[in-house]
C-alpha cells in the first residue's frame, strides 16, 4: 500500500501559466485535494450580475442568467491581460462595481427566422 502522507510528484513541464506533472505513490483522495486547490487558486473571470432589459425568448430571467454565468471568459482588453490584473471584488475598497475590482459586458442578441419552424414525427 502507498504512503499517503509522502506522495511522489515529477515534474514533467513547468511554464508561466502551465505544469505538466505526475503525482504517484498515493490515492486519490491526496490527488482530489490537489485538484480542489489548484482549482479554487486560479483566478477566473465570470458573469454575476446581469439585468434584462427586454427578454422575449419563453425562458424566464434567471435560468438565462445563470447560463450566462456558466461560460467561461477570457479577457481581450490590454489592461487585463491577465485576469489576475484584476482586484478581487471581496479586497476592493470601493461602494459599488468599480473599474479596479470589475467589467462590463453588454450582450446584444437576437434570433429571427425566415420559415417557419417544422417539427417532424
Known amino acids: 500500500m502507498p504512503n499517503v502522507r509522502a506522495p511522489k510528484l515529477e515534474i514533467l ?4 501559466d502551465f505544469i505538466k506533472f ?3 505513490d498515493t490515492d486519490a483522495s ?3 485535494a490537489l485538484r480542489r486547490v489548484m482549482i479554487a487558486e486560479v483566478p477566473t ?9 427586454v427578454n422575449s425568448s419563453v425562458l424566464n430571467d434567471e435560468y438565462l442568467a445563470h447560463r450566462l454565468g456558466l ?6 482588453n490590454p489592461r487585463y491581460k491577465k485576469v489576475a ?5 471581496r479586497d476592493c475598497d470601493c461602494d459599488s462595481h468599480c473599474s479596479r475590482c ?6 446584444d442578441v437576437s ?6 419552424l417544422l417539427l417532424r414525427g
Open 85 to 89: 490584473d484584476l482586484k478581487d471584488f
Open 71 to 76: 461560460i467561461p471568459l477570457r479577457s481581450v
Open 45 to 53: 473571470l465570470a458573469i454575476d450580475l446581469v439585468s434584462f432589459e
Open 22 to 24: 505526475i503525482l504517484s
Open 13 to 16: 513541464e513547468l511554464k508561466d
Open 111 to 116: 434570433v429571427g427566422r425566415t420559415r417557419p
Open 102 to 107: 470589475s467589467v462590463e459586458l453588454s450582450l
Open 30 to 32: 491526496v490527488a482530489n
